[in-house]
């Protein structure tokens, strides 16, 4: 018995080997002219080759991440532009990033922090900027100023300096797949709540699920809940709430929760959604399993290679008094920072600079992102989704950042506790309400 | 001799490399920790002095769920005391009789406690997968379409998800160190036993199991301390959600000390959790000890 | 009487077979679904062989996953660990059973605490520690914490098995004019012998299967342990599911393939840990 397992188990083993062997030769093929590459500027690298100096990236841009293109692109061009300088990036998986950063910040020496790294922006930088250490951009910045907007910096600006640099921009946005729409008589993404509570009736009738929302995720299902506040509420009043200037004591963000769990009580989201993670949830709606995917703007690109016809709309007005079709979340998030601890600051400060406002422009030519750098390159080509997206930004008037950015750690955690009970149904809106309002005061 | 062995500087010597690992990686790190959680402080910039207050937040503080959390793995243990080992149990005695294929039957069964946690959880993650996986499917197919679930996103239904597979995982462990123990008992207890007229089960419960009672007060202590340690599977599987349904200590100190920034509280549970481990570890030895006499 | 416990046997036997069957039958699973393409898994083939055998899944796990390197890390961490832990043990041990001084009892419960304390409480200062010793980013990250961890159940083990070499072979060989270091290498260690394989083992599963350490103490890519990986390779993979599990067969097989070659060896070791410890 014992034999035959380990034969079995062995021979297993061998197989595998043997295929991953064969199928391996084209592999190094493939690779070779990536190979070749550094290969070629190595002659050129070599002469300053003594005083290179190196500085250590860390991202989230892993080989799943639509952010790295970007990221290979722009730091090959940098090395190509300044042979003195190499940049060594790793890329972390998205939740051990978070822990690996805070507990390098906590207790790492200057060798074992990177001189750059990538951050949110809001509390979760201020927070290692109140502590001293993150490097201020306000030097190199003086030489950008008329590639980025001031307003684009503003998340990142602590006491009034520079401290981020952002590598894209995005909004909250409601994909749908038209080709879904189509088949219970809609030709267009419904602009008002009526229309859209009339097409996930329709579709709800056909047997389809209209939402998707990954319950795994708590930021996800704020995806859904922030917009949905913001078009009862309007931006300034949920900005001060966010900022800490207002309480959460606000009867029409009650009422916000329950439109919103009332849709859920309706059967417009799929039941299975709360255990899954985001990308299993984006997948369903790729294969056509769900009608809409209210998501970032960085899924953009994905989305418009779908094998549907795709389309992209904000979420409709609830309230008309206090909001607008044009206000949405969203705003530059994703950033880079550099360690004020590195040996090479000023060189890592002038380093991130470029080198963010190159990702965020690889990042809006392949569609991940929006530019929060003014461009300076040929947008022409640009998928027809995004310029969609662009254009309802253009639009805009008015933007609030995602919550559990905007917030400071201890209150996100506690406001994305109580968003996922809203998720999950184990409160109502006046519970969300009352609950907000006692813990974050 | 005695003076060759009472030469305190080889006493010294001999001590010296576990006494440093031991105190620098585990002692010295609980003195830091204890320290810290009488502070309020996000690990990073000031820190204020806060007494005990850390402590009485956690005991008392609804929305951190500690209280919650400690429930969690507590039911953890019992169900592992309670259905864990006795099922280790039963197939160590049933295994210690020299049945046919007794190796491979020990073999298979001491396999998922090599296998690494971590892909056991990601296993188990697509064994309870609501659409695709393994579990639902089956349902499905034998007709019992309205017993699906969403097993790892209901809050009635996670906590029950997460333990099988975690008490599953360690069942071939207590098996074998209770087999060590049933196979340790002379043959001519046994034997004696045995023409005296006694059935299996009279063997079993007045000849093994009291010979063996060492072997279990260790799986129990084992079973315990494990339990309330417990994190890489349920980290895996849900990371305490959904909503804190499935928390135990250790995945909330992590998301204190890392998600939240609140260190001194982390550190506040880690003190907690030490405290716990070895204060149930005490408490069995003297249940044993007393049920000796 | 005979009946009786013939249907007890069969009952007893059906019982450990039921066991077996769910014992294996995730491995089976994980095996199976490894080699088949998302349509496969989902919907019209979940529990049989693969249709087709998909081997292309491995090259995508090894490829991009780079499985290869991480087992390996997790191999080159879990060995040192187990020769630092058997060392410092050994003379831990030695210490404290042959060695006379007052307050030896007291030390030895001193490192049993070691038994119940949770791995995870200390992450932070141990990161702290390790920082400022220069000692991150690299094996020695994983390998002094694991040792740490897993001295307290090796001292447990040695301690068993050295209070039954009998004193006799102390006291001629100090006849023989040995010193107390001639003692320990040349009488007790070779002696040791089968202690050494129990410790391995459970040094082995302390840490072949650690999570949280590895993830934070470790930034290079290159030096990322199984577990690492593979959480790291699922997240990559969350929708695809059959280079998830040509992953989770990389990073099983091995291991398991070692234990049925060596499973009596590795059993009777256990065993022999559970009772003299």
Known sequence: MKKILALALALCMIFALCACGQQAAPAPAAEAPAAEAPAAEAPAAEAP????????????????????????????????AHPDVKIEMEAFEN??????????????????????????????????????????????YKDYTDKIPEVMLANTTYGGKHFGVPTTFNIVAMFANMDMLAEVGWDHVPETYEDLI???????????????????????????????????????????????????????????????????????FDPAGIALGNDEVKANFLAGKTAFYQNGSWNTGEINDASFKSAVALFPVMNADR??????????????????????????????VEL?????????????????????????????????????????????????????????????????QVYGCAIDGEGFVAGLTKDLG | MKKLYSNKFHILIFLLPALILFCGVLIAPIGASAYFSLFDW?????????????????????????????????????????????LALALALALGKKIKGERAFLSVYFMPVLISTVVIGQLWLKIYNPDYGILNVFLRA???????????????????????????????????????????????????????????????????????????????????????????????????????????????????????NRYGMGSTIAVLLIFLCFGFALLINVMFKESEE | MKNN????????YAGLVLWMLVNLFPVYWMFTFSLKDNPEIFGDNVIGLPRHWLWSNYTRALGTGNMGRYFLNSAIVATATIIITLVVALMATFALTRLIWKRRRTLNKFFMLGLTIPIHASIVPVYVTLSRLHMLNTYWALIIPYSAFSLAMAILVCTGFMNEIPRELDESACIDGCSTWGIFLRVIVPLMKPAVATVGIYTFLQCWNELMFANIFISKSALRTLPVGVQALSGQYTTDWGPIGAALVLATFPTLLLYIFLSKKIQDSFVAGAIKG
Request: proline share 5%.
């Open chain 1, 198 to 268: 009339a097409c996930c009736d329709a579709l709800v009738a056909a047997g389809k699920i209209p939402f998707g929302c990954a319950g795994k995720e708590t930021w996800c299902v704020t995806e859904y809940l922030e917009p949905i506040i913001i078009k009862t509420i309007g931006y300034e009043a949920l900005g001060k709430i966010f900022a800490g200037e207002a309480t959460w004591n606000d009867p029409d963000i009650a009422k916000a929760v329950t439109t919103f769990q009332d849709m859920i009580n309706k059967g417009y």
């Open chain 1, 95 to 140: 939740e051990s990033y978070k822990t690996k950063i805070k507990a390098a910040m906590i207790g790492g020496d200057a060798e074992d922090l990177p001189d750059i790294f990538f951050t949110w922006s809001g509390a979760f930088l201020g927070e290692f900027v109140n502590a001293d250490k993150v490097q201020c951009l306000d030097e190199v």
């Open chain 2, 42 to 86: 996000k690990g990073i910039g000031p820190k204020t002095f806060i007494g005990l207050a850390n402590y009485k937040e956690l005991f008392t503080s609804n929305s951190i769920g500690f209280m919650k959390a400690l429930r969690n793995s507590l039911l953890l243990a019992a169900l592992s005391v309670g259905l864990q080992l006795p």
């Open chain 1, 49 to 80: 080759a003594a005083e290179q100096t190196v500085l250590k990236l860390w991202c989230i841009a892993t080989e799943s991440d639509a952010n790295r293109p970007a990221y290979l692109q722009a730091i090959a061009d940098y090395e190509a």
């Open chain 3, 5 to 12: 416990s013939k249907g007890a046997r069969i009952a007893i």
């Open chain 2, 142 to 260: 034998v007709g019992l379409e309205n017993w699906t679930r969403i097993w790892l996103g209901t809050k009635q239904t996670a906590l029950g998800a997460v333990l099988v597979p975690t008490l599953w995982q360690y069942v071939g462990y207590h098996m074998l160190l209770l087999y060590a123990g049933v196979k340790s008992v002379p043959p001519e207890l046994r034997e004696a036993a045995m023409l005296d007229g006694a059935s299996d089960g009279q063997v079993n419960r007045y000849i093994v199991l009291p010979y063996i009672k060492p072997i279990i007060r260790i799986s129990v202590i084992f079973a315990v301390t494990g339990s309330l340690k417990s994190f890489d599977l349920i980290y895996v599987l849900t990371n305490g959600g959904p909503m804190h349904a499935t928390e135990v200590p250790s995945t909330l100190m992590i998301s204190m000390l890392f998600l939240r």
């Open chain 1, 323 to 352: 909001s607008s079709y044009n206000q949405t979340i969203g705003g530059p998030s994703d950033s880079l920072a550099v360690c004020s601890s590195s040996k090479n600051a000023e060189l890592a400060a002038k380093v991130a």
């Open chain 1, 356 to 420: 963010g406002k190159e990702i965020c422009h690889y990042n809006y030519l392949n569609a991940v992102g929006l530019p929060a750098w003014i461009p300076d390159y040929d947008t022409s080509s640009l998928k027809p989704l995004l310029v969609d997206i662009a254009n309802i930004v253009a639009s805009c008037e008015g933007m609030v950042l995602f919550g559990d950015t905007a917030m400071a750690a201890d209150p996100a955690q506690v406001y994305l506790d109580y968003v996922s």
